[in-house]
């Protein structure tokens, strides 16, 4: 742990924290007006009200400050919901349905320690995996018509990642947002977080046209007066509209479902580098916050490549305000436990993201690694960063 040490003597123990410039050089950053120690938890965290409660109990005992709580999958719901089904991963433990609301019972536990809870959503992904859902309400069931389909009329095929709405139309966004705005309208959370809220580009090939089906290749022709014929559409500008129409999605989420609510945030997941979000996965985040209705951004700089991290974040801090931006470390990518800790340390060190719970807390998820190995390295990352969090804290 020395060289997390003297890091935190170097960097943490300032009143704006730092970050790395260009040229390598620390330099002071912008006053960070919030400390956030934030940690994602995802839905297969929690099978049970004990691991509901066990999970909040975990990230406040290490000082976490914000819970990322993972409330939508692919097209379903970790809370009782009316326009949703049961998401799947909890009915493999549990009756149909659970007898119990993790939402609530999350929200309940996070106010009762003064943490915020954020609930997760994952936008585009409508199922994940080779056999379709089960439950004929599902959307993928319900909805076909809300499918990707190419500009032959095939669809987006099932396969081992994730199937994913049409993100142009109407209707799909019309259920977005309702979805978001029951959330919003039902739980005292202190924020939305979107995941997912981009062009799938690596699930789509290279040579497809997607969408391409009549109503969406109607829909680009009337708000751009271009033509409609498949053959005759510009590649370029087409990803452009696919990208306004995105962005459309998340103002509709902040002036339809997160507004109406007072002290509400809205932040999203975003890709590592804003040129890569923006070009690749037609994630335009910096218009978001720049226009004013994405509150924060929370770059996916998952990497054991501490140069690529400083570069990456150095990258968004030099495209939107630096205290609209909380970095996301993924822990996951670390086999030195000390990484996780000198990562935030480098970065923003009143200001991060852990991904994620199942990382550096023993957990219900079926993937984790129980040897003593995996459980040892867990817990090593657990004391760096509670080291870390409570020198940050002093300085607070």
């Not at 002071?28 to 965290?45: F, K, M, V, Y």
């Not at 954020?118 to 056999?131: C, R, S």
């Not at 997607?210 to 109503?215: A, E, L, N, V």
């Not at 495209?319 to 480098?346: D, E």
Request: hydrophobic content about 40%; charged content about 25%; overall charge neutral.
């Amino acid at each position: 742990m020395s060289v997390v040490r003297i890091l935190i003597a170097l960097c943490v123990l300032t009143v704006s924290g730092c970050v790395l410039t260009g040229q390598g050089r620390l330099d002071d950053s912008p006053q960070i007006t919030a400390t956030e120690h934030g940690l994602w938890i995802t839905r297969w965290d929690y099978q049970s009200p004990a691991d509901v409660r066990k999970a909040i109990a975990d990230a406040a005992a290490i000082g976490m400050t914000d819970i990322y709580w993972q409330v939508r999958g692919q097209g379903d719901a970790y809370y009782p919901s009316k326009l949703e089904p049961w998401g799947v991963e909890l009915l493999k433990y549990n009756p149909n349905p659970p007898g119990f609301d993790p939402l609530e019972i999350a929200v309940r536990e996070c106010k009762a320690r003064k943490m915020k809870i954020h609930a997760w959503v994952n936008v585009m992904p409508m199922w994940k995996g080779k056999d379709a859902p089960r439950d004929r309400s599902h959307m993928f069931n319900a909805h076909p018509e809300w499918r990707l389909r190419d500009q032959d009329g095939n669809m987006q095929p099932l396969h081992d990642g994730y199937v994913v709405v049409n993100p142009v139309l109407d209707a799909v966004h019309d259920h977005i947002v309702g979805v978001i705005r029951e959330i919003v309208d039902n739980y005292d959370i202190d924020g939305v977080h979107l995941d997912y809220i981009r062009y799938l580009a690596d699930e789509i090939g290279a040579d497809q046209l997607m969408p391409g089906d009549p109503i969406s290749r109607a829909l680009y022709a009337k708000q751009t007066k271009a033509s409609s014929r498949s053959a005759q559409i510009d590649r370029t500008k087409y990803r452009r509209w696919i990208s306004s129409r995105i962005d459309h999605l998340v103002e509709r989420i902040d002036s339809e479902s997160i507004r109406s609510k007072r002290g509400v945030r809205l932040s999203a997941a975003v890709w590592r580098r804003p040129e890569i979000a923006n070009d690749r996965y037609l994630q335009n985040a910096v218009k978001w916050v720049d226009d004013g209705y994405m509150d924060a951004v929370m770059p996916m700089i998952y990497t054991d490549k501490n140069e690529q991290y400083q570069s990456d974040l150095a990258a968004w801090h030099g495209a939107v305000q630096q205290n609209k931006v909380i970095p996301g470390i993924g822990a996951y990518k670390h086999t030195n436990p000390a990484q996780t800790s000198y990562q935030v340390a480098i970065g923003d060190p009143k200001r991060f993201a852990i991904f994620a719970y199942s990382t550096i807390f023993e957990s219900p998820n079926p993937e984790q690694k129980k040897d003593a190995a995996s459980v040892l390295e867990r817990k090593h990352k657990r004391e760096a960063l509670t080291d870390l969090i409570k020198r940050v804290g002093v300085a607070g």
